[in-house]
């Protein structure tokens, strides 16, 4: 079963910043890609950035600039550096890693899941 535990939600204003954090075992940071997604209620869940095993990158249109997802080999951790928060980020974001590259997909596992909240 895979492990996620994450941290880093929040409260903060409009232009602030938040960093989330997502540790697991060694096993699953090494082989699997890994991502940060978000829900809104009544919206469809977006994948907001993915890191692959072998490091490469992508994020959603909406956070480009904004976010930054980086791994950190020695803790077996992925972070979401969000910077320049919109009220329109409020969402509980999970964690999401994947075998696969579609880390929204049937075979994607999630962590609990961490609220953040923009708001003035």
């Known amino acids: 079963q895979v492990q996620l535990v994450e941290s880093g939600g929040g409260l903060v204003q409009p232009g602030g910043s938040l960093r989330l954090s997502c540790a697991t075992s060694?096993?699953?940071?090494?082989?699997?890609?890994m991502g940060w997604s978000r829900q809104v209620p009544g919206k469809q869940r977006e994948l907001v950035a993915g890191?692959?095993?072998?490091?490469?990158?992508n994020y959603a249109d909406s956070v480009k600039g904004r976010f930054t997802i980086s791994r950190d080999n020695a803790k077996n951790t992925v972070y979401l550096q969000m910077n320049s928060l919109k009220p329109e980020d409020t969402a509980v974001y999970h964690c999401?890693?994947?075998?696969?590259?579609?880390?929204?997909?049937?075979?994607?596992?999630w962590g609990q899941g961490t609220q953040v909240t923009v708001s003035s």
């Open positions: 890191i692959t095993s072998g490091g490469r990158i």
């Open positions: 060694r096993s699953i940071f090494s082989m699997y890609n």
């Open positions: 999401v890693v994947s075998r696969y590259s579609d880390l929204l997909g049937a075979f994607a596992s």
